[in-house]
Nanobody, 124 residues
Framework: QVQLVESGGGLVQTGGSLRLSCEAS????????AAWFRQAPGKEREFVAA????????HYADSVQGRFFISRDTGENMVYLRMNSLKPEDAAVYYC?????????????????WGLGTQVTVSS
């Protein structure tokens, strides 16, 4: 089992930045791909970004490409999401997810472990 705990959410103005953190515990986080998803009220959960277990491969949703950056510190069992130039439409609960190493995937059903989420609010 892998337990994931997100932190770093909060209220930010349009154009501002936040860095979300995801701490993994339980089994070693090595050989697990990780991703961030988000869910706004009344909307389905959507993919944001994913990173391979080595950190060498990443993938982003078109809506955040160039503004958000995913990274990881495998030695510290941490995954991060740096969010720049935030827009009101980025407001959502952000979830960290993990799965055993494989091709990077944007599908939520492919991920086995999930955190409880952290709220991001963007004021206009």
């Amino acid at each position: 089992q892998v337990q994931l705990v997100e932190s770093g959410g909060g209220l930010v103005q349009t154009g501002g930045s936040l860095r979300l953190s995801c701490e993994a515990s339980g089994r070693t986080f090595i050989a697990y791909d990780a991703a961030w998803f988000r869910q706004a009220p009344g909307k389905e959960r959507e993919f944001v970004a994913a990173i391979g277990w080595t950190g060498g491969s990443t993938h982003y949703a078109d809506s955040v490409q160039g503004r958000f950056f995913i990274s990881r510190d495998t030695g510290e069992n941490m995954v991060y999401l740096r969010m720049n130039s935030l827009k009101p439409e980025d407001a959502a609960v952000y979830y960290c997810a993990a799965r055993r190493n494989g091709p990077l995937t944007t599908y939520a059903d492919d991920y086995d472990y999930w955190g409880l989420g952290t709220q991001v609010t963007v004021s206009s």
